[in-house]
């Protein structure tokens, strides 16, 4: 490929900075979200990415931005003439990518994908594409790849040996979810069921093979928390999901659901701390705070909403309290319980400025639902933050 070929597939890249944009591909897509500016110099396609090998510049693309499925939420959907349509050859798409690499520009990929022809024929393209980074040039850094609704399982198999993370968007929590979303895809047969495929694939190999993650759009079909935290917390315990993403509806001019509000992103927010709490934190579905409609409190983190339900007049002793107790307090996280399990063998833990040495930074938080000693601590009003 010569000087201008690069120079057109750059800035085709450059042109599409939307088309990815609302796809997740690291552990902190709220920043990455932000990161996708233009920069001078720097194609609009690269994002600052937190990925299990470290913070890194990501090009974030598609193969093509055609698609023969009509998703009534999705920019791309079929027939949508407002979408600019591109399309790259795997070759292109590699040789561009790698051009990138040496440029010292990104250092992982994420690939996506329209439809076309199917889900297998663009799933062997997505392959073909990763194949030629590995083999041509030698690329051994972080790669995530999509797969594609009705995937065969030797290519889901095949994907999870080229790539560092998969996934498989979900999108609804039920099958009447799905349908709602994307009349064309089938649930169980083309979603689900392969996702079940990419968790017994890791198991066989022992956890050698890429770690697996979902996708699921909020609030724009009926969906409740309860049944998008049910279904993330099925995968979880069956597949092994190393991620849930949960992306927060934003209505697109000129498809069936532009006159829909959009979601909240505190509604977002939320859902992604209690799938940690449940990742995490050994928690399940059931104790998080769902009101009577299936949602979480907007206004409350939803750790410190458990606590004040079931510690504020019973508190824990944090001398005798078990790991799975200690997990269930507002600002102590699994590496402070290690910390408090360990020093507990040592000394006794009598004052919140001792909990402060082990870490906890705001062991204020905590103060309402514990004692220390017997006695419970000097107590400041809660402040509702992150889950910790």
Known sequence: MGVRSIRD???????????????????????ERRSLSRRKGIPACIANVVTPKGTMPVMKTMLTTACERDCHYCPFRAGRSQTRRMTFQPDELAKAFDELQRRKLVDGLFLSSGIIKGGVATQDRIIDTAEIIRKRYGYRGYIHLKIMPGAERDQIHRSMQLADRVSINLEGPTAERLQALAPKKEFFAEMLGRLLWAGELRREAEGRLASIATQFVVGAVGDTDLELLTMSERLLRQVGLSRTYYSAFTPVPH???????????????????????????????EELP????????????????????NLRHTPIELMKAERRQLLRVPAIGPRAVEAILAARQQVRLTELAQLRSLGIRAPERAAPFITLDGRRPPQQAPLFGATD
């Open 255 to 285: 498809t069936p659901m532009e006159n829909i509000a959009p979601t909240p992103p505190r509604r977002e927010f939320r859902l992604y701390q209690s799938s940690f709490l449940l990742r995490d934190y050994s928690w399940d579905v």
């Open 290 to 309: 769902f009101r009577h409609d299936g949602n979480l409190p907007l206004n409350l983190d939803p750790k410190q909403a458990w606590a004040e339900a």
């Open 9 to 31: 597939t750059l800035q085709k890249l450059d042109q599409g900075i939307d088309n990815t944009s609302f796809e997740p591909v690291g552990d902190s897509p709220r920043r």
